[in-house]
């Protein structure tokens, strides 16, 4: 039989086709299956650290409520302060649920820059209270809770009822589905009911409850009404014809300062507008033309913003820091009474260099934190806190009184020494009734402005 050999070359390529297809699919599903092996040893590990860290956090305050040192408290508390810090971050590793995620993230939050607080309280020379010691002894009981019930986890994944690249898996499906997410075998529900027990912590730090609770200081005068507010947004434009723009209906904003938003439709540019339902002041505007050139001087810059400032009735603002970008100057504002500076109270302001014209302001903090303070006399004269800085600086080029914010928001009256230190400029903000060195920052002097650091 005489064969016909036209087919047996396409077969054969069909064939070797056929093969490198097979070896290639088998290629990736053995290396997809390599990397599902190395994801879930990758969350194992997260998993073990987080769980050893919290451990660790436990133990270390339950030492600390034993100890009669100052300087081991100290010690325990700061590293409580750094398990917790290393124990979040890897739990943001993890593909759990984004509110047993939120719930143990505030935990670790707060746990942690609260014993770092008490840690700088002992370093100031102050014990602990009766009601700090409950207030750890508390946190360390939701500590040792949340590692429990993180080794009944630990035991799931152990027994295989438990993997963590499904658990990705069951994520990204529902994402992709816009539905619930597919619950996995880690029931975490008794991890959030505990939590939402933790005590309401009040204390000297960024994390305290306090802070979320806060109203705003600065506002004053009737609530406004939206038409009112919507009339007043005119007197807040800059640079613009008030006779030729368009301004809309308006829409209720909630937050810390309940208000009114406006769009404005300009030839100028459009500009979005938040005015506060008490008393109807300027929240934050913000103008998005692109600015193509700079034609004015820093100078004028910062005079035509000082000048807007006192014009809609934020007056006594003295610069402090600016920064030149994109043909746009960054200029911040505190407030300035009776030769202090008063730095809770800060408004950012933004001009453009083409024409000077106010193209954002943000004046939130400032009416957040705004009042009537009673000062004390300093304890210490200006001339002790020139030599309490002068150990470390070389040159001491000015010394005013300042009022600074603390990151609990409590407010600290304070000297304020800025001098060198060989070539670098330094600001250091020195307690003016205790002489406790409060805060440094560092000035970095650019072409395109001032910084401090």
Do not use: C
């Amino acid at each position: 039989m005489k064969i016909n050999r036209s087919w047996i070359i396409p077969l054969v390529l069909a064939l070797v086709l056929v093969g490198i297809t097979a070896y290639w699919g088998y290629d990736q599903y053995r290396e997809k299956e390599q990397l599902q092996i190395y994801m879930g040893n990758t969350f194992q590990r997260s998993f073990y650290e987080l769980v050893e860290r919290i451990e660790e956090m436990q133990v270390l305050i339950g030492k600390s409520l034993v100890s009669t040192s100052p300087r081991q408290n100290i010690l325990l508390l700061t590293d409580v302060w750094s398990h917790a810090n290393t124990a979040q971050a890897e739990l943001n590793r993890l593909p759990l649920a984004a509110q047993t995620v939120y719930d143990v993230s505030k935990f670790l939050s707060q746990t942690g820059d609260f014993a770092h607080t008490m840690a700088k309280q002992n370093a100031d020379g102050k014990v602990l209270t009766a009601e700090e010691r409950q207030t750890l002894s508390e946190l360390r009981q939701h500590a040792i809770r949340i590692t429990e019930l993180l080794h009944e986890v630990e035991n799931e994944v152990l027994a295989g009822r438990v993997n963590w690249v499904e658990m990705v898996k069951s994520t990204r499906r529902a994402l992709r589905e816009e539905q619930e997410r597919d619950k996995p075998d880690i029931n975490l529900d008794d991890l959030s009911d505990d939590l939402s027990k933790v005590p309401t912590l009040i204390y000297d730090g960024p994390f305290s409850d306090h802070i979320n609770e806060r109203k705003p200081e600065g506002l004053r005068g009737e609530e406004v009404s939206r038409e009112t507010a919507r009339e007043k947004v005119r007197d807040f434009l800059d640079g613009v014809d008030g006779a030729n723009i368009s301004v809309s209906e308006g829409t209720t904003v909630n937050g810390r300062i309940p208000g009114y938003n406006f769009q404005v439709e300009t030839g100028n540019g459009v500009y979005s507008v938040d005015i506060s339902k008490k008393g109807g002041f300027l929240v934050t505007l913000i103008n998005n033309r692109k600015v193509q050139s700079g034609k004015i001087s820093r100078d004028q810059a910062v005079k035509k913003a000082q000048e807007y400032l006192e014009r809609i009735d934020y007056t006594d603002m003295e610069p402090t820091f600016s920064e030149i970008k994109d043909n746009i100057a960054y200029i911040s504002f505190a407030y300035q009474k009776d030769d202090i500076i008063f730095y809770p109270d800060i408004i950012n302001v933004q001009i453009a260099m083409d024409n000077g014209q106010v193209l954002a302001v943000e004046a939130q903090n400032y009416l957040m934190s705004h009042k009537e303070r009673e000062i004390k006399e300093a304890e210490i004269t200006e001339e002790e806190a020139r030599e309490l800085a002068s150990a470390t600086l070389d040159e001491i080029e000015n010394v005013r009184l300042a009022v600074i914010p603390t990151s609990s928001l409590r407010e600290v009256f304070t000297y304020e020494v800025r001098g060198k230190a060989g070539d670098e400029l330094y600001i250091i903000y020195i307690n003016a009734e205790t002489g406790n060195e409060e805060q440094i920052l560092k000035v970095i002097l650019s072409e395109t402005g001032t910084l401090a650091l």
